[in-house]
Every structure is written in C-alpha cells, then in structure tokens.
C-alpha cells in the first residue's frame, strides 16, 4: 500500500505566518492528493482535492502543489481558526491512505 | 444542507460484533458513495472501504477482508458498517463520509462519528 509520510509532524506558528506542510508518498500517486483539516472533536473536512483543486467554500489563503511523490499544502497568513491537525490522502492506489497528520499548533 | 447522522456509541466485549449506523439527507442518496474511515483516540484517520448505495459495489482495505461488510437501504437512505470479530484494537471513533459526485473520493461531508468501545 502507498505509504503517506507527512511532516513536520507539529509546527508551531503564530497568526498571520505562512504554514507550509509536507506530504510525501512512497510512490508516485499522479495528482491524485488530497488535503483535510481536523480540529478537536470534529469530524476532518476536505480542503483541497487533486493536489492543487480548493474544495467548495475553501478559502483562498490555502493552496495545494505537487505530483508525484511530494505534495505541499500552503496555508498564507494562519487565521485564528486555522490552528489544527492536517491529513493527506491519497486516491491512487488501493487501499486510499492517510499520511498520519501534522498539528498546526500556535506558537 | 448535506447531513449524514451516525448512530450512538457502542461498548462491545472482544470478539462481537457491533453495526453503525450513517443516516444521509438533504441529497439523493443513491447518487453518491459512502466511505467509512475510523480514528482511534489521539491518532490518525484509518480508511475502511467504501460502497455505493445504488449498485452495492463495495470495496474494503484489506485489512479488514472477511470481517467487515457494508450495506445501505435505500428505502430510509441509511447506510451501514458492520465489523465483526472486534479487538481492543478496534477501539475508534468511526467516521461515515460522503463521496464526491465527480471525484468520488474526495470526501466532502461527513458524519459527527461513533465511538465504538471494546473492552472486556
């Protein structure tokens, strides 16, 4: 099964910094990435699909980039409510597989 | 709104097996997948497998091959999980989730979750 490596598995930041989070799979996955955000106690929700594709309603300080094996996603000028756990997905191979997160933490 | 309500939290000995529920509204059911992913406490998200409440395709990770089984009635737009022979392993949160009506798995609702507990 793909293998999604994620790091750093905690960056802390302060609001108004650009996070930058890393996802790299073991092997090429296309474009076929997916970015969620987690905060406690909810239920994860998409953000962007296909490496670089922002999902409904998903503001524009997040963005996605990467094919292959290494995927970047960007989150310009951290608000507030941005402060959470981030998983990659990837839809390539069987079974989809979750990188194993990197908390967003305030500094 | 798309809603999908999850069924209540079970407590299960070791080697049940205990069934979820993942009750969809606000869109027509049979027009989308439903994918289950678990998390255990304080861990990451675990994909499960998926089916199609029209076709009743199914597909699961092979993890759980033999001891898993997903089901829906369309008639109450209602999906089901279904995981037998349970571990303390299997102690989670379990997640149903919508699947995308163009990318059908980019997951973009999904439901609050049902801890599901295994403990002698």
């Known amino acids: 099964e793909v293998v999604l490596t994620q790091s750093p598995a905690t960056l802390s930041l302060s609001p108004g910094e650009r996070a930058t989070l890393s996802c790299r799979a073991s092997?090429?996955?296309?474009?076929?990435l997916a970015w969620y955000q987690q905060k406690p106690g909810q239920a994860p929700r998409l953000l962007i699909y296909?490496?670089?594709n922002r999902a409904t309603d998903i503001p524009a300080r997040f963005s996605g980039s990467g094919s292959g094996t290494d995927f970047t996603l960007t989150i310009n000028n951290l608000e507030p409510e941005d402060f959470a756990v981030y998983y990659c997905?990837?839809?390539?191979?069987?079974?989809?597989?979750f990188g194993q997160g990197t908390k967003v933490e305030v500094k | 709104q798309v809603q999908l309500a999850q069924s209540g939290a079970e407590v299960r000995r070791p080697g049940a097996s205990v069934k979820v529920s993942c009750k969809a509204s606000q869109y027509t059911f049979t027009g989308y997948d439903i994918h289950w992913v678990r998390q255990a406490t304080g861990q990451g998200l675990e994909w499960m497998g998926w089916m199609n409440p029209k076709s009743r395709n199914t597909g699961y990770a092979q993890k759980f091959q033999g001891r898993i089984f997903m089901t829906a009635d369309t008639s109450i737009n209602t999906a089901y999980l279904e995981l037998s022979g349970l571990t303390s392993d299997d102690t989670a949160v379990y997640y149903c989730?919508?699947?995308?009506?163009?990318?059908?798995?980019?997951?973009?609702?999904w439901g609050q979750g049902t801890l599901v507990t295994v403990s002698s």
């Open positions: 092997q090429s996955v296309g474009n076929y």
């Open positions: 296909d490496a670089s």
């Open positions: 989730a919508r699947g995308g009506l163009v990318v059908r798995e980019n997951l973009d609702f």
């Open positions: 997905q990837q839809r390539s191979d069987w079974p989809r597989t």
